[in-house]
């Protein structure tokens, strides 16, 4: 006869600033950038010109319990590329807009859309075509490594880089702030 094993719930090993938690709460979309913040900002480009990417898998994680959390990841990036569209595909990412520089119309129509508005709005990027975006977000993010300019409007910094965890590091605290955070951490847990 098998005994079924009951585990406590996890406590969770994260800990958040209050103020951030409390910008963070309400969020039902998040805006990430890709090229240094998905990736590490390198474009590696082989012998035939295609342009290759690395992605961390603890932020594509982070994006898929978002969604499981009904928070909106979307993805607004100024180049377009196969090895792109093949992760954002396999992390079931809808609301994706490519090859676009003027990231902040592409932004207004995903909220229109969806019928948000930038007070429900969190955002990560880390140069500037991403300060349009982050300036109207009621949390505006960026990885340790972004460009100065950046870094200054930001009202959190990631303690991770772009490509290295960051994104992530923000899915976690937006879950956090929601309340969702504890629960999937004890589904994964069991």
């Not at 240094?36 to 900002?41: A, M, Q």
């Not at 129509?109 to 508005?117: I, P």
């Amino acid at each position: 006869m098998a005994s079924t094993l009951t585990l406590p719930p996890i406590t969770p090993a994260q800990q958040w600033p209050a103020e951030l938690l409390l910008r963070a709460q309400g969020i039902k979309i998040v805006f990430f950038d890709v090229d240094g913040v998905l990736t590490d900002g390198g474009l590696y480009i082989s012998e035939q010109g295609e342009t290759l990417k690395r992605f961390h898998t603890l932020d594509g994680h982070g994006l898929k319990m978002l969604r499981e959390a009904g928070i909106v990841p979307a993805v607004i990036t100024g180049r377009d590329s196969a090895p792109l569209r093949h992760r954002l595909a396999a992390l079931g990412i809808a609301h994706v807009r490519y090859g676009t520089e003027d990231k902040l119309p592409a932004a207004q129509d995903m909220l229109q859309a969806l019928g948000l508005d930038w007070h429900q709005a969190a955002a990560i990027g880390d140069d500037w075509p991403d300060l349009p975006v982050l300036r109207r977000c009621q949390l505006a993010c960026a990885p340790a490594n972004a460009h100065p300019e950046v870094l200054g409007v930001a009202h959190w910094v990631t303690s991770r880089h772009g490509g290295a965890g960051a994104a992530r590091e923000l899915c976690d605290a937006v879950l956090a702030a929601c309340g969702a955070y504890v629960n999937l951490l004890d589904r994964y847990g069991q």
